[in-house]
């Protein structure tokens, strides 16, 4: 009970620790405003998406990372030191948050050790010094490619349905046309029994 006491007081008093402590992310280890990520073989869907507010020195070194979400470093106001070297930068759109962080930074040696991995054509570029437009254009635009794949599957869509139509009133006609001839034989065949019945009774 003593022990919940004084972690309450604690809690009470310096809340920006607590917080620090319950941020650190699990992947990572967080000690004196260090957050450690380095060496974990993280791609950039299992990095964190947020860390300690007190972060002093963020490493991030030696994993699998291709790009670093946008806002990622951003609210880290305390932040003096990241480590970026050995991962594999991918220098697509993706890339340009992080392009443009770095030119806010006057630390030359985090500036050098961040570079291209891939496309072939950029392999070995620092990724700070990459001219916008050479980036944009190895870009994908997904979203549009998605709205027209979702047209023409639209398009196709409306043309099956525009056959399946077609071909039920197709058959509704050829059905419709099949019962009248039904009907006139039938009712030929009963002028025909009609018409040789009284034959009959003349004779």
């Not at 008093?13 to 260090?34: K, N, T």
């Not at 944009?136 to 998605?146: E, G, I, K, Q």
């Not at 419709?176 to 001839?181: M, P």
Request: proline letters at 3%; aromatic letters at 6%.
């Amino acid at each position: 009970m003593r022990r919940v006491l004084v972690l309450v007081v604690l809690c009470t008093l310096g809340a920006d620790v607590c917080m620090a402590r319950v941020a650190c992310p699990s992947v990572c280890s967080c000690r004196d405003g260090v957050v450690d990520c380095s060496g974990k073989q993280l791609t950039t869907e299992e990095l964190p998406t947020s860390f300690p507010t007190d972060t002093t020195d963020l490493r991030l070194h030696n994993n699998l990372l291709t790009t670093l979400p946008a806002g990622l470093l951003d609210t880290l106001q305390s932040l003096r030191r990241v480590t970026l070297h050995g991962n594999q930068w991918t220098c697509d759109c993706a890339v340009l948050y992080l392009r443009g962080w770095l030119l806010k930074q006057t630390n030359n040696a985090l500036i050098r050790n961040v570079s291209c991995t891939s496309p072939p054509s950029l392999e070995g570029r620092l990724v700070a010094y990459l001219v916008e437009e050479e980036v944009l254009s190895s870009c994908h635009y997904w979203m549009c490619d998605l709205a027209v794949a979702s047209q023409i599957s639209l398009f196709v869509f409306i043309i099956v349905q525009a056959l399946l139509l077609a071909a039920v009133i197709h058959f509704l006609r050829r059905f419709d046309r099949l019962t009248c001839d039904a009907r006139r034989s039938t009712h030929n065949d009963g002028v025909s029994e009609g018409v040789a019945l009284l034959k009959d009774r003349d004779s």
